[in-house]
């Protein structure tokens, strides 16, 4: 089994670009896609990325994914920062061998 | 629209056995292009998948390692919902869980996910 890593926070000023990351402890991170979720307190998570790079409808265009396979890592973009996008974000990715899924530990985005 | 509903008792004594049920609107349990899954949350554990059932000619279903061997996933076609039990539980076991839809086609990106119910195990 292997893990994702995820930063435990980061925060940056509104209207600016916050990047988090996402590194796979073992195997490729292109191997299998990675999603990502914004969490509320006191909600459940809601999807902003699938398939690597893919955003549901209704997510603006401020939020984007990438993988990086020479770090073996995913991240999440988020441009032109708003108060409302402060929250809790995780990755997540699977194995292919067994359907298991791996969630990472979450970062706390914090706009200010 | 799709909806997930989630209901079931917030607090369990130890060893003794967790149900809970997600009653779906706006789809099917049966629906051959979609999988229904069971996921928890706690500080200690952070997200954890549990498990899911889906059907495709046949009702299959799949459990993490961790609690293979003392969970279980049932749909039930006639209310169109499916249950989760989990049995012997530990406080380990406190979490807030959520059950959860992955997108026609998909396997393991989750774009609909219920309320949550808090369980507490405690005597």
């Known amino acids: 089994n292997f893990m994702l890593t995820q930063p435990h926070s980061v925060s940056e000023s509104p209207g600016k670009t916050v990047t988090i990351s996402c590194t796979r402890s073992s195997g490729s991170i292109g191997s299998n896609y990675v999603q990502w979720y914004e969490q509320r307190p006191g909600s459940a998570p809601t999807i902003v990325i699938y398939e690597d790079n893919q955003r549901p409808s209704g997510v603006p265009s401020r939020f984007s994914g990438s993988i990086d396979r020479s770090s073996n890592s995913a991240s999440l973009t988020i441009s032109g920062l708003k108060t409302e996008d402060e929250a809790d974000y995780y990755c997540?990715?699977?194995?292919?061998?067994?359907?298991?899924?791996?969630f990472g530990g979450g970062t706390k985005l914090t706009v200010l | 629209q799709v909806q997930l509903q989630q209901s079931g008792p917030g607090l369990v004594k130890p060893s003794q056995t967790l149900s809970l049920t997600c009653a779906i609107s706006?789809?099917?349990?049966?629906?051959?292009?979609?999988?229904w899954n069971w996921i928890r949350q706690s500080p200690s554990r952070g997200l954890e998948w549990l498990g899911r059932t889906y059907y495709r000619s046949k009702w299959y279903n799949d459990y993490a390692v961790s609690v293979k061997s003392r969970m279980t996933i049932n749909p039930d076609t006639t209310k169109n919902q499916f249950s989760l039990q989990l049995n012997f539980v530990t406080p380990e076991d406190t979490a807030v869980y959520y059950c959860a839809r992955t997108p026609p086609g998909g396997l393991y990106a989750f774009h609909m996910w219920g309320p949550g119910t808090m369980v507490t195990v405690s005597s």
């Open positions: 706006g789809d099917s349990v049966s629906s051959n292009i979609v999988t």
């Open positions: 997540q990715s699977y194995a292919s061998t067994y359907p298991h899924v791996v």
